[in-house]
């Protein structure tokens, strides 16, 4: 018995090891067909890599609409493309709006605004940014990368926020977008600022709503546009730095960066929660090495802007332009009365002043100067850098590439100089207004949208504008939409009065039908920042900001001069002008920095003219202010008595 049942169990055992050689033969040869394509149940790999060819080309795809213009909204980013670029334009990204029902809707459209062309091209892709509003982008200016950090998205009806902390790359000639997949780097945040130092992109601060509390931060970030990585910069605890705020100014400067204003939350004595404004200025020292970074205080300077917030500086030229905002004069639980600004300031980064910009009214042109009398400057010009370069031995060529940027330039400069697109230019502000989003190209200050309030209602002003910053001539209207806003602001006024006491009864007909004439108008007073009242305001400020201009003229001395070795601007002269007057001295600037001997004659003719811009502009403000002291006087244009004499014209002119 024994015997039988060993023979059956060897006999299961060798079954059992046969139908495994089979199974693994049938593997085998499987595995030998799938790599000869005699698999009929596999799909072809050729397929399955051109399937997920089309799924990145459709992901990556942008897609380009011409539109007359973008769709209202607040909170949205608008930043110059990159000196790099062929065009100037404008990149306006994101934002939000509240609809007719009362519901929140979020953006992640690209909108581009060609400055030369007034077109405003709609830039769509499914590798986009998600929807947001309060984030915040910045140019490098070396490299050209323009980096998005950040930003909010909430429910409709906004009872909950999600905050982003993701890193983006925009490319301003493909309009394509990089998400940054980084380990390390900054917390999820919005309401906070970004600039630029050397190679690197700066960070600091932001808010983070988490429904309970809000939590405004002060940390600081360095993201590196050669590594594509950030780091954060850390500072010992007695260290002295800013406090924690988001809605802040943050300009480049030569050794960092100066840190300006910004709105937090904050326990006052009875241990409420109650929103500061903040007013200090710091300035942000950095070295290559991180680790040595430190904050220093800045002294508050005269003529500094009131208390405000919604209102951010964007850099030019040496200095940050800020414009707008708002001051909650009186915040109570049930009520919040706000006064809204509309005045323009420029900050002067080295010297740490205020000094407020004013829009100039049309002066005649005195004298026109002759085309024959330019060119002969010109060669003049031309001879003079001659003997300075070479001893005037080697000859430049009139023409040579140097010559033809430093013409472009001064073109700009040129009174006589023609938009190439018309637009409506008024001599009044733009109404006032918080959260705008504004820009710098070809030195105009482009100032998109933003938010005014009556009684508890919000107002999103579909608006834009154009500043020329060296001329202040006017206000360049690109457009201004404000029907629905006046119906709105009207209704808030008419609702308004039905639930206040009728308090008129005592009053006079006769005053009854002054108002009553008054009634349409009135509709539109708040809207308009009291719009018929707005060139007796504008004559008025005009006479509140004589002392204090005055003064600033007559304080004018060298000591207020970071450079007072270089040339000064006269009142009324143009670029062009000071660079024909002064080229000489910019040039021998130029060529005792060319200590290597390396540089050719156009390149010390570049570095001469770009000294003598900067020149002009970092003292246009104390000229400015010596122009409105000598106007006053009735006097309009200053002659120099040897170029008139020589048979030439003078120059022409929060939350």
Known sequence: MAKKKDKTAKKARTAEKAQKAQAKSALKQKKKASKVGEDDDDQDIDEILEQYAREQ?????VKTAQV????????????????????????????ESVNNVGLAEFYNDLYVYNVDTNIWRQITSNNSPLPRSGHAMCVHPHTGVILLFGGEFSSPKQNTFYHYGDTWLLDASTREWSK??????PSARSGHRMTYWKNYIILFGGFRDLSASTTYLGDLWAFDVTTYKWIQIEFPSSAMKPEGRSGHSLIPTEDGAVLWGGYSKVKNSQKKIVGKVHTDTWNLRLTPDLKAVRWERRRKSAWAPSSRVGCSMVFHKGRGILFGGVYDTDETEETLDSEFFNDLYAYQVNSNKWFPLKIRPPRKKLIEQEKGQKIMETNELEENLNRLLNGGDAKISAHDDSDDEIDKKLAEDEEEAVDKVEHTVVHTMPYPRFNAAVAVQQDALYIYGGMWELK???????SM????????????VIWEDFKEDIERAAEVEESSDDDDDDDGDDNDDDDEDESEAGDDNDEEVDIYAKSDEKEDILAQDVLDDAEPLSDLASSLNLQDDPRPFLPHPRPFESLRAFYSRTSGVFMEWAISDNKDDTKRAKDLKRDAFKLCEERWWERIEQVRALEDQYEESGVGEIVDLSTKNAGTSAGKSRR
């Not at 080309?57 to 795809?61: F, K, T």
């Not at 949205?76 to 404008?90: C, F, G, I, N, Y």
């Not at 940054?180 to 780097?185: D, L, P």
């Open 57 to 61: 080309a459709s992901l990556m795809a």
């Open 68 to 95: 007359s213009r973008p769709s209202k909204r607040l909170s949205a980013t608008l930043v110059a493309s990159p000196s790099q670029h062929s065009r100037k334009e404008l990149f306006l990204f994101g934002g």
């Open 180 to 185: 940054i997949e980084t380990k390390k780097g």
């Open 456 to 462: 508890d209602k919000e107002f999103n002003l579909d």
């Open 465 to 476: 504008y154009g500043i020329d910053l060296g001329k202040l001539d006017g206000v360049k």
